[in-house]
Protein backbone atom coordinates (compact mmCIF):
# COMPACT_ATOMS: atom_id res chain seq x y z
CA UNK A 1 0.00 0.00 0.00
CA UNK A 2 1.42 3.63 -1.43
CA UNK A 3 1.97 6.71 1.20
CA UNK A 4 -0.82 8.22 -0.67
CA UNK A 5 -3.33 5.20 -0.59
CA UNK A 6 -2.75 5.07 3.81
CA UNK A 7 -3.13 9.18 3.31
CA UNK A 8 -6.69 8.34 1.64
CA UNK A 9 -7.65 6.27 4.10
CA UNK A 10 -6.92 7.59 7.15
CA UNK A 11 -8.69 11.26 5.66
CA UNK A 12 -11.74 8.78 4.97
CA UNK A 13 -11.96 7.07 8.76
CA UNK A 14 -11.03 11.27 10.24
CA UNK A 15 -14.39 11.52 7.92
CA UNK A 16 -16.35 8.98 9.21
CA UNK A 17 -14.82 10.57 12.62
CA UNK A 18 -15.70 13.62 12.84
CA UNK A 19 -19.60 12.93 11.54
CA UNK A 20 -19.95 10.17 14.46
CA UNK A 21 -18.80 12.87 16.55
CA UNK A 22 -21.08 15.44 15.32
CA UNK A 23 -24.11 12.82 15.75
CA UNK A 24 -22.77 11.50 19.17
CA UNK A 25 -22.91 15.17 20.76
CA UNK A 26 -26.44 15.94 18.94
CA UNK A 27 -27.47 12.69 20.68
CA UNK A 28 -25.90 13.84 24.08
CA UNK A 29 -28.00 17.18 23.88
CA UNK A 30 -30.97 15.00 23.03
CA UNK A 31 -30.64 12.92 26.15
CA UNK A 32 -29.97 15.69 28.16
CA UNK A 33 -33.13 17.62 26.54
CA UNK A 34 -34.91 14.46 27.45
CA UNK A 35 -33.40 13.39 31.07
CA UNK A 36 -33.25 16.92 32.47
CA UNK A 37 -36.51 17.79 33.84
CA UNK A 38 -38.40 16.12 36.55
CA UNK A 39 -41.48 15.06 34.49
CA UNK A 40 -39.73 13.66 31.84
CA UNK A 41 -41.54 15.09 29.48
CA UNK A 42 -38.27 16.85 27.65
CA UNK A 43 -39.77 20.17 26.94
CA UNK A 44 -38.34 23.21 29.11
CA UNK A 45 -36.48 26.10 27.87
CA UNK A 46 -33.20 26.06 29.67
CA UNK A 47 -30.47 23.77 31.73
CA UNK A 48 -28.13 25.54 33.00
CA UNK A 49 -25.27 23.12 35.00
CA UNK A 50 -21.31 23.00 36.34
CA UNK A 51 -21.28 18.96 35.10
CA UNK A 52 -23.40 16.76 33.53
CA UNK A 53 -22.96 12.78 34.16
CA UNK A 54 -24.72 10.44 31.72
CA UNK A 55 -24.46 6.80 32.71
CA UNK A 56 -25.40 3.41 31.04
CA UNK A 57 -28.14 1.05 32.20
CA UNK A 58 -25.64 -0.46 34.74
CA UNK A 59 -24.76 2.83 36.20
CA UNK A 60 -21.62 3.57 35.27
CA UNK A 61 -20.08 6.74 33.89
CA UNK A 62 -19.96 7.04 30.27
CA UNK A 63 -20.49 10.40 29.43
CA UNK A 64 -19.07 13.99 30.90
CA UNK A 65 -20.57 17.42 29.91
CA UNK A 66 -17.98 19.59 32.23
CA UNK A 67 -15.70 22.48 31.91
CA UNK A 68 -11.85 22.03 32.21
CA UNK A 69 -9.21 23.89 34.31
CA UNK A 70 -9.39 26.79 32.19
CA UNK A 71 -13.04 27.46 32.05
CA UNK A 72 -13.61 25.86 28.49
CA UNK A 73 -16.00 23.46 27.43
CA UNK A 74 -15.17 18.85 27.81
CA UNK A 75 -16.89 16.55 26.35
CA UNK A 76 -15.41 12.78 26.91
CA UNK A 77 -17.21 9.74 26.45
CA UNK A 78 -16.19 6.43 28.12
CA UNK A 79 -16.38 2.56 27.38
CA UNK A 80 -18.54 0.89 29.85
CA UNK A 81 -15.34 -0.23 31.67
CA UNK A 82 -14.58 3.73 32.14
CA UNK A 83 -11.92 3.71 29.39
CA UNK A 84 -12.01 7.12 27.78
CA UNK A 85 -12.55 6.78 24.11
CA UNK A 86 -13.17 10.05 23.03
CA UNK A 87 -12.07 14.17 24.23
CA UNK A 88 -13.39 16.88 23.17
CA UNK A 89 -11.81 19.76 24.71
CA UNK A 90 -9.09 23.05 24.01
CA UNK A 91 -5.65 23.39 23.92
CA UNK A 92 -3.69 26.14 26.11
CA UNK A 93 -3.44 28.10 23.23
CA UNK A 94 -7.40 28.09 23.17
CA UNK A 95 -7.75 25.94 19.89
CA UNK A 96 -9.56 22.92 19.75
CA UNK A 97 -9.20 19.57 20.00
CA UNK A 98 -10.87 16.21 19.48
CA UNK A 99 -8.68 13.06 20.55
CA UNK A 100 -10.14 9.54 19.90
CA UNK A 101 -8.34 6.54 22.27
CA UNK A 102 -8.00 3.12 22.12
CA UNK A 103 -9.28 1.04 25.68
CA UNK A 104 -5.83 0.61 26.75
CA UNK A 105 -5.70 4.54 27.02
CA UNK A 106 -2.98 5.45 24.54
CA UNK A 107 -4.16 8.02 22.17
CA UNK A 108 -4.83 6.97 18.55
CA UNK A 109 -5.79 10.01 16.52
CA UNK A 110 -5.64 13.60 17.52
CA UNK A 111 -7.56 16.90 15.71
CA UNK A 112 -6.01 20.30 16.78
CA UNK A 113 -4.85 23.30 15.12
CA UNK A 114 -1.44 25.32 15.65
CA UNK A 115 -1.41 29.13 14.35
CA UNK A 116 -0.49 28.37 11.44
CA UNK A 117 -3.94 25.76 10.76
CA UNK A 118 -5.33 22.53 11.43
CA UNK A 119 -3.34 18.98 12.69
CA UNK A 120 -3.39 15.73 12.51
CA UNK A 121 -1.75 13.33 14.68
CA UNK A 122 -2.10 9.64 14.04
CA UNK A 123 -0.88 6.96 16.12
CA UNK A 124 -0.76 3.16 16.04
CA UNK A 125 -1.78 0.48 18.35
CA UNK A 126 1.35 1.06 20.31
CA UNK A 127 1.18 4.86 20.51
CA UNK A 128 3.96 5.40 18.51
CA UNK A 129 3.37 8.53 15.74
CA UNK A 130 3.14 7.53 12.56
CA UNK A 131 1.17 9.99 10.26
CA UNK A 132 1.03 13.90 10.63
CA UNK A 133 -0.41 16.41 8.38
CA UNK A 134 -0.30 20.04 9.46
CA UNK A 135 -0.10 23.34 7.16
CA UNK A 136 3.21 25.18 7.51
CA UNK A 137 3.89 28.57 8.51
CA UNK A 138 3.79 29.47 4.70
CA UNK A 139 0.05 28.02 4.40
CA UNK A 140 1.58 25.05 2.72
CA UNK A 141 0.25 21.28 3.39
CA UNK A 142 2.86 19.00 5.17
CA UNK A 143 2.40 15.23 5.56
CA UNK A 144 4.45 12.99 7.55
CA UNK A 145 4.87 9.30 7.29
CA UNK A 146 6.84 6.98 9.67
CA UNK A 147 7.88 3.50 10.77
CA UNK A 148 7.60 2.12 14.41
CA UNK A 149 11.47 3.11 14.51
CA UNK A 150 10.23 7.03 13.53
CA UNK A 151 12.23 6.13 10.42
CA UNK A 152 9.98 8.05 7.25
CA UNK A 153 9.53 11.12 5.71
CA UNK A 154 7.55 14.06 5.09
CA UNK A 155 6.14 15.17 1.84
CA UNK A 156 5.43 19.21 1.04
CA UNK A 157 4.75 21.45 -1.52
CA UNK A 158 7.58 22.06 -4.09
CA UNK A 159 8.27 25.63 -4.93
Do not use: H
Not at 38 to 47: H, R
Not at 98 to 112: D, F, H, I
Request: glycine share 10%.
Amino acid sequence: MTVEERLDQLEKRNKRLTAALTLMAVAICAVITVAATGDKDGYFDTVIAKTVWVTNDAGGLVVTLAANDDGDGFVQTMSAERKELVRLSSTVSDNGIVATYQPNGKELVKLTATDNGGVIDVRNKTGERIVTMNADEYGNGVVGAWNRKGRGRTLEPGP
